[in-house]
């Protein structure tokens, strides 16, 4: 299975990694659609990230984003269509964003994981803070990792 992974550049694109999140968040956790596309999907200092399949059908995406402190960045809406769970795209998403993340100058990464997707998180280095909370109605942990320094 041939995937490959992009920075989106384009209009089409960005409306491919909407189609993912909708697909993942709206119509399958029945996320509020006003709550899953927000005020930081068209912000200029979002890189948002798409995966294709052999196809050129898209079947993962994810956005990151400065946050609060200099040098973090904030990973956000991480997606993989059903048909490419367990595939290893999931770990392959995570990957290509943390290099260009670190490209980009960040030094570490900050994320809001749901709970069933914690271990996923720490088999990729992230370490959990904090209490259980909610988010859209789910329960999520927040978690970070720094960056290599290379």
């Known amino acids: 299975m041939a995937i490959s992974i992009i ?7 960005l409306q491919d990694a909407f189609e993912v999140r909708r697909q993942v968040f709206i119509e399958e956790q029945h996320v509020p659609e006003d709550m899953e596309l927000d ?12 995966a294709r399949d ?8 994810a956005r990151f984003r400065p946050y609060h402190d200099a040098g973090v960045a904030k990973v956000e809406r991480v997606a993989v269509v ?12 995570m990957k290509f964003i943390e290099a260009e993340a670190s490209h980009e100058g960040f030094r570490e990464l900050r994320l809001n994981a ?5 271990c996923f998180y720490e ?27 290379h």
């Open 7 to 13: 920075r989106v550049e384009d209009p089409s694109s």
């Open 39 to 50: 005020e930081y999907d068209d912000a200029p200092q979002t890189i948002h990230i798409l």
């Open 54 to 61: 052999e196809n050129g059908s898209p079947v993962g995406t």
């Open 82 to 93: 059903g048909s490419h769970r367990g595939t290893g795209l999931g770990r392959s998403l």
């Open 114 to 118: 749901q709970t069933h997707a914690q």
């Open 123 to 149: 088999r990729l280095g992230y370490k959990a803070v904090g209490n259980v909370f909610f988010e859209a109605g789910i329960e999520h942990i927040a978690m970070w990792k720094p960056l290599s320094t």
